[in-house]
Every structure is written in structure tokens, then in C-alpha cells.
């Protein structure tokens, strides 16, 4: 039985989103050895090791949280007094991060609804939109442009939607992190069983077309990092990428100029 399954059984009070941050964090030990993949297998019943849980709430509402966590800390990104947008906010890990790193407010943008966690859908600090589709956010839905954005969405590809998250960033200053997710960035051929694209050459195609695709709205790569933690359920390797506006980069040739550089930047990316 996988790790995260079987502590779902010791503690069925938690979720398993929550039980797999616990066991990241290093507060699940096997044997008296702490464990920090959640997919590792252990034995069930008499003559088991013994596993022990040294954890209580996690630091974050959801797993999301520790990749946000990582962005920030990787590019020394700090978010202090900022407005945010978090798109795609589902559960609200990026918003939590946010926050708790000083944002002043976040504006939570989903297609869904009833995701929120309600620790966060109370906080006075987030303008939660929910059943919003990105594509259609203008400046107008918002009561002022934003400091800094994320983009965390699944089964869409961030391309579709930068156009319109870029109308509601401060062009001079402004912020941009996205989570690329190859198993919806690339071509169906490329995507593995079980929804997992397993083949290095693959994730390099994607984020170098995303980060290029990205940059040709006015932006200035500043590195892409590997995700500290694969995705949820499909267990795919997912990437971080850093950007910060360039208004200037709208012109078509300072575009070029921008691709050029995204792609030569994310073939020496930081993984």
C-alpha cells in the first residue's frame, strides 16, 4: 500500500491533500525514518514498521501552497503590501501563500465554485470570483490593476488566457508566475498514459514554447524551476516560471527580441 494511503487510514480526519503535504514536509516517519515521497510503499499488518504522523494542521490549505512557497523563495520575490491576482485559485494554496508572505489583497478567480477553502473565503484580505472564466477578465471587473499574477489552471493552456491576465497587471513593476503543466500544454501524441508526459525532450518543447508564447505579451523571462512537488493526481512533473513585465516588448520587433530571449532562457533553465 502507498504511504499517503495507508496514513489516510491512521488519520481520517484529513484529507489526502493535506496528509501528502505532511508527508513533503518531512512530519511522516517509517520506522522511526522520516519519508518524503508520498508514493512509497510500506507494509500493512503484523510484522509492519510502524508509522508515525508528527504533524498537526499543514501550513498551507492545500499542497498548491508549497509550490507558491518555492517561487518566492527562488527568485527572492517579495510580495509585501502587493496586490495579487491568483488565477485559477481552486482550494486557495497560491492565495494562502500569498498572503501569509504579506500580500495586501489577492483577487481569486475560478471557473469552478465551492472549492474554496473556507479559512481563505473568509478572509477580508480575498475578493473571491467564482464561475469567472478567465478569458473574459478585462480591467473593469477589478477595483484597481495588480502588482502580481499566477496562473495555475488545468485542462486549458495558459496561452488562451495571458492576453486577458495581462490587461489587469500595472504594466511598469508588474509580476507574473505561471505553473507550467505539460500534460495540458502539449500535443495529445506527446501525453502518456494516465494523462503523464514522462519525456524530458517534451517538457523542454513545452516551456520553451510557453515562456516564448508568454513573452510575446511583453514580458522578460526571469527563470523557469522545477515544482517542488508533482501534480496531484496525475503525478506529473510540473515547472515554475518567473516574468516581469516589459511594456516596451509590445512593440513587434522588442516581441522578438522577448521570445528569442524566453527560449534561449528556458533551454538553460534551472532543473
Known amino acids: 500500500m502507498r504511504l499517503d494511503e495507508y496514513c489516510l487510514q491512521l488519520a481520517p480526519q484529513y484529507s489526502r491533500n493535506v496528509i501528502q503535504s505532511f508527508i513533503l514536509q518531512g512530519k511522516v516517519r517509517v520506522a522511526d525514518k522520516v519519508v518524503t515521497k ?15 504522523i508528527d504533524a498537526d ?58 472549492q474554496l477553502h473556507d479559512r481563505i473565503r473568509r478572509d477580508e484580505r480575498v475578493v473571491v470570483m467564482e464561475k469567472f472564466n478567465l478569458r473574459h477578465l478585462a480591467p473593469q471587473h477589478l477595483l484597481e490593476m495588480v502588482d502580481i499574477a499566477t496562473l495555475d489552471l488545468s485542462f486549458i493552456s495558459v496561452l488562451l488566457v495571458i492576453g486577458a491576465v495581462t490587461s489587469v497587471i500595472k504594466p511598469a513593476g508588474g509580476q507574473l508566475v505561471v505553473l507550467i503543466k505539460p500534460q495540458f500544454e502539449a500535443g495529445r501524441g506527446q501525453v502518456g498514459p494516465g494523462g503523464v508526459v514522462r ?47 516589459r511594456p516596451e516588448a509590445a512593440t513587434a520587433a522588442a516581441a522578438a527580441q522577448a521570445v528569442a530571449a524566453a527560449e534561449a532562457a528556458a533551454v538553460g533553465m534551472e532543473v
Not at 508520498?38 to 508515525?52: C, E, Q, W
Not at 515547472?239 to 513585465?245: E, N
Request: glycine share 16%; hydrophobic share 40%; proline share 5%.
Open 57 to 114: 494542521e499543514p501550513k498551507y490549505v492545500c499542497r498548491a501552497g508549497l509550490k507558491m512557497e518555492k517561487a518566492l523563495a527562488h527568485w527572492g520575490i517579495d510580495v509585501r503590501g502587493l496586490v495579487a491576482l491568483d488565477s485559477g485559485q481552486s482550494t486557495g494554496g497560491f492565495t494562502d501563500c500569498l498572503l501569509q508572505n504579506g500580500a495586501k489583497k489577492v483577487y481569486g478567480i475560478d471557473v469552478g465554485h465551492n
Open 38 to 52: 508520498a508514493g512509497t510503499p510500506v507494509v500493512v499488518g503484523p510484522g509492519g514498521p510502524v508509522v508515525v
Open 199 to 245: 519525456d524530458p525532450k517534451v517538457h523542454a518543447e513545452v516551456i520553451q514554447r510557453v515562456t516564448a508564447g508568454i513573452a510575446a505579451h511583453g514580458y522578460q523571462l526571469v527563470g523557469v524551476t522545477e515544482s517542488p512537488i508533482k501534480g496531484d493526481k496525475s503525478g506529473n512533473t510540473e515547472f515554475l516560471a518567473y516574468f516581469h513585465r
